[in-house]
């Protein structure tokens, strides 16, 4: 009886140590595994992968939306108001008053977008409306021939069907992701050239399947200004 008690015993010792040295080995591997993220800047910044979901509330209505043909952009309006590719765009209306900017007036058309009636044209959507000052970038195009040319080389912009890895595969997204992280606002409703229009709006997880074209752009990620102080 003393033996089998003994073994007994003996086989509960061992099993329990077993779960001690197997919990033990457990929890040292979850903590090599985890990387902690380092966040030690006080700017807080938007991952580019966030930005795609920005207008993800309306997609139901870009995909109900039927296609105005007679007031549609085209790739070549949408490049000609750039000074070159990758440029913010000009602003080509006349602007009431030059010291209001941002949410008093551009958002106004421009966060949103639809058609105004004063210029027979759809607005379109920004795809970064927290940055208010407009006009920090955005010029008003009042003449073309102040400037003379010079050897200001342009890149050559995109060209649509030329950008897939295979003639099915999706496009590759050949422009920068920095303040073009929100894909819907440049290529879904009425306002997007007919062109880039995505036919699947609803799909709003854009960059699962669309890629960086690192050949020609590379991603610098986001840029942050240094302070003095850092430099």
């Known amino acids: ?3 089998r008690l003994g073994i007994i015993s003996l086989f509960i010792i061992l099993l329990i140590a077993f779960i001690v040295v197997w919990n033990f080995s457990y929890q040292t591997g979850q903590e090599e595994a985890y990387i902690p993220i380092e966040d030690n800047s006080t700017i807080k910044a938007i991952p580019s992968e966030a ?6 509330e309306y997609v139901l209505d870009y995909t109900n939306m039927p296609v105005d043909k007679n007031h549609q952009r085209t790739l070549n309006t949408y490049y000609k108001n750039r000074a070159y590719h990758g440029a913010p765009p000009s602003i080509p209306h006349p602007v009431k008053e030059e010291m209001v900017v941002g949410e008093n007036t551009c958002l106004q058309c421009h966060e949103n977008g639809g058609f105004t009636e004063k210029f027979k ?3 379109p959507v920004t795809p970064h409306p927290e940055m208010v000052n407009c006009r920090q970038c955005h010029v008003v195009e ?3 021939g102040t400037f003379k040319p010079f050897e200001f080389r342009k890149i050559n912009a995109p060209k649509v069907g030329v950008n897939n890895a295979l003639v099915s595969s999706p496009p590759i997204m050949p422009h920068q ?3 073009h992280e929100n894909c819907l606002s440049c290529h879904a409703g009425p306002s997007a050239p007919k062109e880039i229009r995505v036919s699947h709006p609803e799909r709003v ?4 399947c669309h890629v960086l074209n690192n050949k020609e752009t590379t991603d610098i990620g986001i840029f942050i200004k240094k302070l003095k102080d850092e430099n």
């Open 1 to 3: 009886m003393r033996k």
């Open 51 to 56: 930005g795609a979901f920005r207008r993800s």
């Open 121 to 123: 044209a759809y607005a």
């Open 142 to 144: 009042k003449t073309n």
């Open 177 to 179: 992701l920095q303040m």
């Open 205 to 208: 997880n854009c960059r699962q």
